[in-house]
């Protein structure tokens, strides 16, 4: 079964560094979204992609993030200037329509 | 903003029980998704739903749609040990891309 995929799976970084997450998402998936979960809470949307530019974003996603489709596989996540509340469990997904998403196993950022 | 209200928040249950948790809202949605997750994963899409008064199965789960849009339901039958984990909803309203996820239920089974 398709998938996608996330690395790496842990980063750790120091706060103030730039970090970049990187996602391969679904081969033949148009849509791409980043998502956030924080320890023990609900999983929360950042951001979403298609034809290569940045379709929706939530008052999270700040000039301290971007994205990137540098490639047609990639899909990256950049923190600019990394807070310690920044650190989470940080969510790839594509889908190929407005329908189900596909989850990434994610990658945890602890910031230092 | 939009929030999605999930109950109950955790279940302690015996081996071989039924399960049911839900989810309601202020607003209407027009997809409702039922994912599991399990410690250091993302979530894995269960049950997707597309219509008011929709009812889907997949084995021993089943969900519905609610009839006014603002609430879904999802039923374990039977649970097995592996059914442990965090169950969360999540709607889309129309026209948007973003999934609003509900607070979760952590499901406990003694064997």
């Known amino acids: 079964e398709p998938e996608v995929t996330q690395t790496p799976s842990h980063q750790v970084t120091q706060m103030g560094q730039e970090v970049i997450l990187r996602c391969v998402p679904i081969s033949n998936h148009l849509y791409f979204y980043w998502y956030r979960q924080i320890l023990g809470q609900k999983v929360e949307f950042l951001v979403s992609?298609?034809?290569?530019?940045?379709?929706?974003k939530s008052e999270i996603f700040d000039d301290q993030f971007s994205v990137e489709r540098p490639d047609g596989s990639n899909f990256t996540l950049k923190i600019r200037s990394t807070k310690l509340e920044d650190s989470a469990m940080y969510f790839c997904?594509?889908?190929?329509?407005?329908?189900?998403?596909?989850f990434g196993s994610g990658t945890r950022l602890t910031v230092v | 903003g939009q929030q999605l209200n999930q109950s109950p928040q955790s279940m302690f249950i015996q081996e071989g029980e039924d399960v049911s948790m839900n989810c309601t809202s202020s607003?209407?949605?027009?997809?409702w998704l039922w994912y599991k997750q399990d410690p250091g994963e993302g979530p894995v899409l269960l049950i997707a739903l597309y219509k008011a008064g929709e009812l889907t199965s997949n084995g021993r789960l089943t969900a519905q749609f609610g009839i006014t849009r603002k609430d879904s339901f999802l039923n374990i039958s039977a649970s097995i040990p592996s059914d442990v984990g965090i169950y969360f909803c999540a709607g889309r309203t129309q026209g948007a891309q973003k999934l609003v996820f509900g607070q979760g239920t952590r499901l406990t089974i003694n064997p």
């Open positions: 992609f298609y034809n290569n530019e940045i379709s929706e």
């Open positions: 607003s209407i949605f027009n997809t």
């Open positions: 997904a594509s889908s190929d329509s407005n329908y189900g998403y596909t």
